[in-house]
């Protein structure tokens, strides 16, 4: 600045229009640059992003080098010391409004730059997704303009500290009174970012209902169940419940168990194979894993056993497994596999004397 008063012969009005003239000169370097020398670097990289965002920091850039020159040819010119008696500091008021305008724009590009940024980390992290995207995309949008706006208000002199103060008064005030809504807000976000379960994952809740997420939101989650029953629960209760997602896991597909037991005395290996051989024969059951028999236990009226047999799609449990106790039941009854029931065999030691047992009535001659 120094140098430059010197060439204009100490002549402030030359002097800030050398200013305004070096600084169009820079502005329209940084133009060029930003336009025509980067864009070439950028091209060879293979993502998009680089490119997106030089072609949103451009105008930013621009604008703050625009600023810059007007905010140091504002201080050469002194606009308050034209007035009379410099009775209002026009100054300050100009280097105010310069500086509001480069927050603005910044912020708009902070903005910008913030979705694209979240665009492109959309799918690629387990936290950034589709569904969880709008949620960052606000958050983030608030951070900038909440920050925007700060920074106005220290341009302009403003203290924030009795806003701030204002603000967490208000702040406990609307805690007391909406603790719950803010507990489900809260379990809301924690559901979005960790995922237990996503729409359309069947799941079972710790009081046993089963049903399909058709919606995950800020306050609640709902559910609709095999009797097209919708249930919505608040996310400060689910979240703190336990939760069985029969959608996840290392595979996607749901392990059918159909118990059942043979008499005491019958072939295991013939009633492995023809279980087995029934769970194949079901168009609807996965042939990776197979189907499998496993012996569980020797129960009280006969061998028990456990036929597991995987589906795709956990909205098809109950018609697949109506399937394979209708099969199981017909196969055993072709093959004569005895299936047991309850029964007691009853021992007399004695029987009172002159006691005659009675015969059944439905035996009981005509």
């Not at 799609?313 to 047991?340: C, M, Q």
Request: glycine share 8%; charged share 20%.
């Amino acid at each position: 600045m120094e140098e430059l008063s010197k060439l204009t012969g100490h002549d402030r009005y030359l002097t800030t229009a050398a200013l305004l003239a070096a600084t169009l000169a820079v502005a329209l370097l940084v133009e060029w640059v930003m336009a025509r020398l980067l864009p070439r670097l950028t091209r060879r990289t293979a993502s998009e992003l680089d490119d997106r965002l030089l072609a949103a920091l451009r105008r930013p850039i621009r604008v703050t080098v625009l600023v810059a020159g007007l905010a140091l040819a504002t201080l050469e010119i002194d606009p308050t010391s034209l007035l009379e008696r410099g009775t209002v500091p026009l100054t300050g008021i100009t280097l105010n409004l310069l500086t509001t305008i480069a927050i603005v724009v910044w912020m708009v590009a902070g903005v910008r730059i913030a979705g694209m940024l979240l665009d492109s980390a959309n799918g690629r992290t387990r936290y950034v997704e589709p569904r969880t995207l709008p949620l960052f995309r606000n958050v983030a949008n608030i951070g900038i303009v909440a920050a925007a706006i700060y920074f106005a208000f220290v341009t302009w002199g403003i203290d924030v500290t009795a806003w701030l103060a204002s603000a967490g008064i208000l702040g406990i005030a609307i805690g007391f009174a909406a603790k719950d809504s803010l507990a489900n807000f809260f379990a809301g976000i924690f559901i979005l970012t960790d995922a237990p379960y996503q729409v359309g994952d069947w799941v079972v809740l710790g009081s046993g209902e089963r049903g399909q997420v058709t919606h995950v939101g800020i306050r609640s989650t709902r559910l609709l169940t095999r009797d097209d029953i919708e249930i919505t629960i608040p996310n400060a209760v689910i979240g703190n419940a336990k939760i069985v997602n029969e959608s996840s896991g290392r595979w996607t597909k749901k392990r059918l168990r159909v118990a059942v037991a043979v008499a005491y005395g019958s072939d295991i290996d013939r009633v492995r194979a023809a279980l087995v051989e029934v769970a194949e024969a079901d168009p609807d059951v996965c042939a990776d894993p197979e189907p499998r028999m496993r012996f569980r236990a020797f129960g009280d009226s006969g061998l028990e056993l456990e036929l597991l047999a995987w589906i795709e799609d956990p909205l098809d449990s109950g018609r697949v497994l109506d399937n394979l106790h209708t099969a199981v039941y017909k196969r055993f009854a072709a093959e004569r596999i005895e299936i047991p029931f309850p029964q007691r065999d009853l021992h007399l030691r004695s029987v009172p004397a002159g006691w005659v047992p009675r015969e059944p009535p439905g035996d009981a001659s005509p």
